[in-house]
């Protein structure tokens, strides 16, 4: 039997090969490679598939989130209240603006941030919360905005996971004061190459985005603030334009394979994250908790199937953050999680038959 990948991006984009072939030779007509039509229209087209009022272009998520803190004006003395167990890029953003990542733990069920926890991370110096939707799941925001708006901080959302996915009914994109996409190819709506945005219903801060993604300058050789270079490309807004409309299709076919995933293994001796009926994931990850995580990786990929680790070392533990003195043991419920976590192959061009291959797989070795 041919071996299983964990996610076929070469099947991905074979998908829509034609609409990326004729949008590749749109950006080549065009004469114009920076900062025109393409991303506007991608823009425009982003912000109404979230239902925000504003959608900037930037050149990668780890970028998106920086300058939605430069926007919020987060920096050097700030805390930044962040999940303990999430991709160390939402860190990294804090740190790069000059504030310091206070980690906060997850529930243990669907590894989305505890809201019950903030208040004891809370000091005078804190001024956001950065909640991560991980591996699709929006996490539970409606508590999270409203011990936001009893203590006065900013919420920026990580939805680099979960591009569709819905809260309460609505879309991501502007539950709280801003939200910062990635676009990396393996995302749910991936470029072929980097790409980022962030969305928000504040004008203001829209505007500050645009502003410091393109160097501070509203016009050229007009430098406002200190800025950046971290612009969407013309080509990567074509390639995801062609890709959008196809979304919320292929976070259907996620679902499905999901779906199948929780009916086969609800016997088996794995626990399948849970998703909480507030919400509707996108399925960016499908993860399962087992014990014996690694024996249980090799042994299926003996049998042809790929599996991956979301993630193997919580960011307080790797060595650049050595300096904020969280020794192991520091945040238990984050370090379980990482040491029992694996997530099965996930992607819109797998078939239920693939499915049942992973579910029997994990019958026999389990
Ligand atoms: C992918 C990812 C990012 C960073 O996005 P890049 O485009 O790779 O910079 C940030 N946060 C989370 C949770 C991610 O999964």
Redesign the pocket.
């Known amino acids: 039997m041919s071996d299983l990948p964990f996610l076929d991006l070469k099947a991905i984009q074979q998908l829509h090969a034609d609409s990326l072939r004729s949008a590749f030779e749109r950006v080549l007509a065009s004469g114009w490679y920076i900062l025109g039509e393409e991303v506007r229209h991608f823009e425009a087209e982003y912000a109404a598939y979230c239902g925000a009022r504003e959608c900037v272009g930037v050149a990668?998520?780890?970028?998106?989130?920086v300058l939605a803190l430069r926007a919020l004006d987060i920096g050097p003395g700030d805390e930044v209240l962040v999940p303990g167990n999430?991709?160390i890029?939402?860190w990294l953003a804090v740190s790069h603006v000059g504030a310091t990542p206070v980690p906060v733990e997850p529930l243990p069920n669907t590894a989305n941030l505890d809201p019950e926890r903030l208040a004891a991370a809370l000091t005078p110096r804190t001024r956001a919360v950065l909640p991560?939707h991980?591996y699709g799941q929006p996490a539970d925001l409606e508590p999270i905005l409203a011990f936001a708006a009893a203590h006065g901080l900013k919420v920026l959302e990580?939805a680099?996971?979960a591009h569709g996915a819905t809260y309460g009914g609505r879309r991501l994109g502007a539950h709280g004061d801003i939200a910062?996409w990635?676009?990396?190819p393996g995302?749910n709506l991936g470029a072929l190459g980097?790409?980022?945005a962030i969305t928000t219903n504040d004008a203001g801060l829209a505007d500050r985005v645009r502003l410091l993604r393109n160097y501070g300058s509203r016009r050229k050789y007009h430098n406002e603030v200190v800025g950046y270079n971290s612009r969407l490309d013309e080509l990567q807004a074509a390639l995801l334009r062609a890709k959008l409309p196809h979304l919320d299709a292929e976070n259907g076919r996620r679902a499905l394979i999901a779906r199948r995933y929780l009916d086969g293994l609800s016997g088996a001796p794995v626990q399948p994250l849970e998703v909480s009926d507030r919400c509707a994931s996108v399925w960016h990850l499908f993860v399962i908790r087992h014990p014996q995580r690694d024996a249980l990786a090799s042994e299926l990929a003996a049998r042809g199937i790929a599996t991956m680790i979301h993630y193997p070392v919580p960011p307080h533990l790797q060595p650049a953050y050595a300096h904020l003195n969280l020794p192991a043991g520091a945040l238990p419920i984050t370090e379980a999680l990482h040491q029992q976590v694996l997530s099965l192959p996930m992607g819109p061009t797998m078939t239920l038959e693939d499915a049942d291959r992973v579910i029997g797989a994990i019958h026999e070795c389990a």
Do not use: C, E, P, R
């Open positions: 990668n998520g780890l970028d998106a989130l999430t991709y890029a939402t991560v991980l990580d680099a996971q910062a990635s676009f990396y995302k980097d790409g980022g």
